[in-house]
């Protein structure tokens, strides 16, 4: 049971970056998965979560205009599309689910650097 990040960069200010969470050993159709970041010295924020189950769709208030969440159940992958992005979304940004009888799972995060 695994979640892996990628598409993470460097970007000028108002640029886009598209961030994959590609899961592994389970099916991510009837699971939530959130979307995480940690900027520097802060603690982890959840900015997007997507309910596979249901749909429900949810965004931070910091993100909600310029972020979408969206997933693709034939490869097993939750998207990230980020827009406008500003320095405040330098972070590392992290995929999260919890699952049923192996807890809390974790991606180990993938670097965002927004250079103004």
């Known amino acids: 049971v695994q979640l892996a990040e990628s598409g993470g960069g460097l970007v000028q200010a108002g640029g886009s970056l598209r961030l994959s969470c590609a899961a592994s050993g389970f099916r991510l159709d009837d699971y939530a998965i959130t979307w995480f970041r940690q900027p520097p010295g802060k603690e982890r924020e959840g900015v997007a979560r997507?309910?596979?189950?249901?749909?429900?769709?949810y965004y931070s208030d910091s993100v909600k205009g310029r972020f979408t969440i969206s997933n693709d159940y034939t490869t097993n992958v939750v998207f990230l599309q980020m827009n406008s992005l500003k320095p405040a979304d330098t972070a590392v940004y992290y995929c999260?689910?919890?699952?049923?009888?192996?807890?809390?799972?974790w991606g180990q995060g993938t670097q965002v650097t927004v250079s103004s």
């Open positions: 999260h689910t919890w699952l049923q009888g192996n807890g809390d799972c």
């Open positions: 997507i309910s596979n189950r249901d749909g429900k769709i």
